[in-house]
T-cell receptor, first 110, second 114 residues
Framework: ELKVEQNPLFLSMQEGKNYTIYCNYS?????LYWYRQDPGKSLESLFVLLSNGAVKQEGRLMASLDTKARLSTLHITAAVHDLSATYFCAGQGGAQKLVFGQGTRLTINP | DAGVIQSPRHEVTEMGQEVTLRCKPI?????LFWYRQTMMRGLELLIY????????DSGMPEDRFSAKMPNASFSTLKIQPSEPRDSAVYFC????????????FGEGSWLTVV
């Protein structure tokens, strides 16, 4: 059974700094997904990583996938306050089943 | 283009009452998912449909939970009778082609059972 673990679970950082959120998963998952959730809101799809070595970037966020290491990373470059949110990674635990990590609550301070 | 629409957004009900949550997926999408989010268990898949047919309901916690999709534009998740431990946010999501493509989540139904 697929298990997905994120770290850190809480991250407080200053604007302008860089940081990385890590997502490890326990068994084979050829695909990895990243979502953002603002407090009291829905989940917004950020990235869908479909194969080993996949790298995708959108603005200050960049996600990558290493299926051999069973690791995905979400890198934040020059953080701004608007990126404060909870970020979830999810692996594919079955034909159509997303298995989510615990989430990383990111707070970016001015 | 309207996203996934859920109702009600918030519901407070007494233990033992029946609760019905509703979802309208994005038009044209062929997959519909129901997820539940709690502090203790995080986000969990309850059930999903493909072309209105339930495919995997192994995540449904117990017989008190049931889900239907009578047509391509409507789905319900029913809890009868409700219990305090059912308190959670219930998300409906839809996709064209399933995983591998973008899954779009609704705003969620916040359920409190007292």
């Amino acid at each position: 059974e697929l298990k997905v673990e994120q770290n850190p679970l809480f991250l407080s950082m200053q604007e302008g700094k860089n940081y990385t959120i890590y997502c490890n998963y326990s068994t084979t998952s050829d695909r990895l997904y990243w979502y953002r959730q603002d407090p009291g809101k829905s989940l917004e799809s950020l990235f869908v990583l479909l194969s080993n070595g996949a790298v995708k970037q959108e603005g200050r966020l960049m996600a990558s996938l290493d299926t051999k290491a069973r690791l995905s990373t979400l890198h934040i470059t020059a953080a701004v306050h608007d990126l404060s949110a909870t970020y979830f990674c999810a692996g594919q635990g079955g034909a159509q089943k997303l298995v989510f990590g615990q989430g990383t609550r990111l707070t970016i301070n001015p | 283009d309207a996203g996934v629409i859920q109702s009600p957004r918030h519901e407070v009900t007494e233990m033992g009452q029946e609760v019905t949550l509703r979802c309208k997926p994005i038009s044209g999408h062929d997959y519909l998912f129901w997820y539940r989010q709690t502090m203790m268990r995080g986000l969990e898949l309850l059930i999903y449909f493909n072309n209105n047919v339930p495919i995997d309901d192994s995540g449904m916690p117990e017989d008190r939970f049931s889900a239907k999709m009578p047509n391509a534009s409507f789905s319900t998740l029913k809890i009868q009778p409700s219990e305090p431990r059912d308190s959670a946010v219930y998300f409906c999501a839809s996709s064209l082609g399933g995983l591998g493509n973008t899954i779009y989540f609704g705003e969620g139904s916040w359920l409190t059972v007292v």
